[in-house]
């Protein structure tokens, strides 16, 4: 291997491990400086180890690892280690951080500001989102809810993904609440509506943070895609993704074959499902990525 070739090595796995720390220690911040001190609950894995922290003293960490562990196995059996490897090291990552800062918080080393608990709703929600959006911006996911809807998404083929992951949160933020109601001498009727409220917006702020981080809002990507196993490529995608799907006939020109090329946009927050059902179906693609702004029609923005 020439010397040249081992510095870009060195230099992308240090690229790669500095992501992971920074998106794992921002993570731990949101929970352990601002979620859990002002008992706010997300939705997915983390909202249900930040209720059982906040009920029990469970380490939250340690909860959001032990609830992916099926997850993740029923995922491996589905798509196999390459598809899932890089979500393995999110949640491990992420888990033993958010431990760690835990444990620095209580013995008083980083301190824990007292704010009011909206804006450390706030705050929780956007440290989160930042989190996973540098994270998911290098093809690493957390698991938890998001890898659940899409393997869900196989077997319930009228909602999207973005629609059942909405669901599932929507469960675990609803019934957290009631748990901390029956549970919580002093809760009212009126706290619980508040702490669904707080969690509603800690989760759209979350969404906006992910996606800012990501590429900005207003921006998807243009997949071009050549494959042999065209046709089964097309129907992953729409089923994982609930995305129209383009067909462009093609010439190869040092060959002289015909192909049959994909085309299809989808939100940058959805690349890591898109790249995972192409690698999935035919892991010899070849897949070109453009930025697409300004999209508009069903799914993406209205036509004005």
């Not at 709703?121 to 890898?147: E, M, P, Q, V």
């Amino acid at each position: 291997m020439s010397e040249k070739l081992k510095n870009i090595n060195v230099k992308a796995i240090t690229g790669e491990v500095l992501y992971i720390i920074l998106g794992s220690v921002l993570y731990g911040l949101a929970i352990d400086m601002f979620l859990t001190p002002s008992g706010t609950v997300m939705g997915g894995a983390t909202g249900i180890a930040t209720l059982l922290n906040i009920l029990f003293d469970l380490p939250t960490g340690t909860v959001i690892l032990i609830i992916n562990i099926p997850i993740l196995l029923v995922a491996w059996k589905i798509y196999g280690i390459g598809m899932i490897s890089h979500t393995i090291i999110a949640v491990a990552a992420t888990s033993v951080t958010t431990d760690l800062l835990d444990l620095l918080f209580s013995a008083g080393i980083l301190p824990v500001p007292e704010i009011d608990p909206l804006f450390s709703a706030i705050c929780g929600g956007a440290l989160l989102g930042a989190a996973a959006g540098l994270l998911l911006s290098r093809g690493y996911t957390t698991g938890g809810s998001d890898l659940t809807s899409v393997m869900l998404k196989r077997k319930i083929k009228r909602l999207s993904t973005g629609n059942i992951i909405f669901i599932l949160d929507l469960i675990i933020i609803g019934g957290s609440a009631i748990v901390r109601f029956i549970f919580t001498e002093d809760a009212t009727f009126a706290t619980l509506i508040t702490g669904v409220l707080y969690s509603i917006v800690a989760v759209y702020v979350y969404s906006f943070a992910l996606d800012t981080v990501v590429g900005g809002t207003k921006t998807s990507k243009m997949a071009i895609i050549v494959s042999d196993k065209y046709d089964d490529v097309a129907d992953g995608i729409f089923q994982d993704l609930a995305r129209g799907v383009t067909i462009l006939h093609g010439l190869g020109w040092y060959s002289g074959q015909e192909k049959n090329v994909i085309m299809c946009v989808v939100k940058r927050g959805e690349l890591f499902i898109l790249k995972s059902t192409v690698m999935r179906t035919d892991d010899k693609a070849f897949m070109i990525l453009l930025d697409a702004k300004d999209v508009l029609g069903h799914g993406f923005g209205q036509i004005e």
